[in-house]
């Protein structure tokens, strides 16, 4: 019996960053977090009640009690699928932070993966965590978090090269969130960590959205820091949050 997982909200909707952009996927959004980015727009505060799309794509929600069990969102996948088929490429694990409940995924994501590949969006910082389940995903998109935009109060530089190498061979893709404080040193940084491992692993960089939907870094900018990544790494490319330009979830 695997431990109790908290689920903030369970919807479908197109994936609007980093590799798999443009997809559409369910995503399942975890409660909780090792960080506190102080861009973050999602309220990952642990509760009892989670938020599940009424009909996948509809943005209407209903309340369901938590935690939640491997058979019920099973039971769920399997409905979801049934009602449009083929419509999703992948589930996406997000939060929060997933990998805080690796031991409970571990046991989860056989299950789930015979029914859609695994996509796990992570904070890219616990390296131990991703051993006990990244046998089981098929993509991972990593944050790297930039002090500049996330402004965490401790320096992840470390941990990120941990975790990357950790993660390296599961379709591993780095994901950076770019401002117009964002400097060039730490660009150079981003870009050591992932030469130190695979120069040709993609780097997506995401211009900051701000709470009124305006983009907080000028396009002059954004350029910048384009030529400066394309400079050391092969594949490096800007986008921004596209399921916020479509007025999706």
Same mark, same amino acid.
């Given at each position: 019996?695997?431990?109790?997982?908290? @689920?903030? *909200?369970?919807?479908?909707?197109?994936?609007?960053?980093?590799?798999?952009?443009?997809?559409?996927?369910?995503?399942?959004?975890?409660?909780?977090?090792?960080?506190? %980015? &102080?861009? %973050?727009?999602?309220?990952?505060?642990?509760?009892?009640?989670?938020?599940?799309?009424?009909?996948?794509?509809? =943005?209407t929600f209903v309340t369901i009690p938590q935690p939640i069990s491997i058979h019920n969102l099973s039971s769920l996948l399997d409905d979801w699928l049934s009602q449009m088929p083929g419509a999703h490429h992948s589930i996406s694990f997000t939060g929060g932070e997933p990998l805080l409940y690796a031991d409970a995924l571990a046991e989860w994501f056989p299950l789930i993966r015979t029914t859609l590949p695994i996509h796990l969006e992570t904070? =890219?910082?616990?390296?131990?965590?991703?051993?006990? #389940?990244?046998?089981? #995903?098929?993509? @991972?998109?990593?944050?790297?978090?930039?002090?500049?935009?996330?402004?965490?109060? #401790?320096?992840?530089?470390?941990?990120?090269?941990?975790?990357?190498? *950790?993660?390296?061979?599961?379709? +591993?893709? +780095?994901? +950076?969130?770019?401002?117009?404080?964002?400097?060039?040193?730490?660009?150079?940084?981003?870009? !050591? #960590?992932?030469?130190? /491992?695979? /120069?040709?692993?993609?780097?997506?960089?995401? $211009?900051?959205?701000?709470? !009124?939907?305006?983009?907080?870094?000028?396009?002059?900018?954004?350029?910048?820091?384009? *030529?400066?990544?394309?400079?050391?790494?092969? !594949? /490096?490319? +800007? @986008? $921004?949050?596209?399921? &916020?330009?479509?007025?999706?979830?």
């Amino acid at each position: 019996m695997s431990d109790p997982v908290y @689920i903030s *909200e369970i919807f479908s909707s197109i994936q609007g960053e980093g590799m798999l952009a443009g997809r559409r996927q369910i995503f399942v959004r975890l409660m909780e977090c090792n960080l506190d %980015c &102080k861009y %973050c727009d999602t309220d990952f505060e642990k509760s009892d009640i989670c938020r599940l799309e009424s009909k996948p794509g509809s =943005g209407t929600f209903v309340t369901i009690p938590q935690p939640i069990s491997i058979h019920n969102l099973s039971s769920l996948l399997d409905d979801w699928l049934s009602q449009m088929p083929g419509a999703h490429h992948s589930i996406s694990f997000t939060g929060g932070e997933p990998l805080l409940y690796a031991d409970a995924l571990a046991e989860w994501f056989p299950l789930i993966r015979t029914t859609l590949p695994i996509h796990l969006e992570t904070n =890219g910082t616990m390296h131990d965590a991703l051993r006990r #389940v990244k046998q089981c #995903v098929d993509f @991972i998109s990593m944050d790297m978090k930039l002090p500049s935009t996330a402004g965490c109060s #401790v320096q992840l530089w470390d941990l990120h090269a941990l975790f990357l190498q *950790e993660a390296y061979g599961n379709n +591993v893709s +780095v994901k +950076v969130v770019i401002g117009e404080l964002t400097s060039d040193h730490e660009i150079r940084q981003v870009c !050591d #960590v992932i030469s130190s /491992v695979d /120069v040709t692993l993609p780097l997506f960089l995401q $211009p900051l959205s701000m709470p !009124d939907g305006s983009i907080g870094i000028s396009a002059g900018r954004i350029l910048h820091l384009q *030529e400066l990544a394309s400079s050391r790494l092969p !594949d /490096v490319r +800007v @986008i $921004p949050q596209m399921h &916020k330009l479509l007025g999706a979830l």
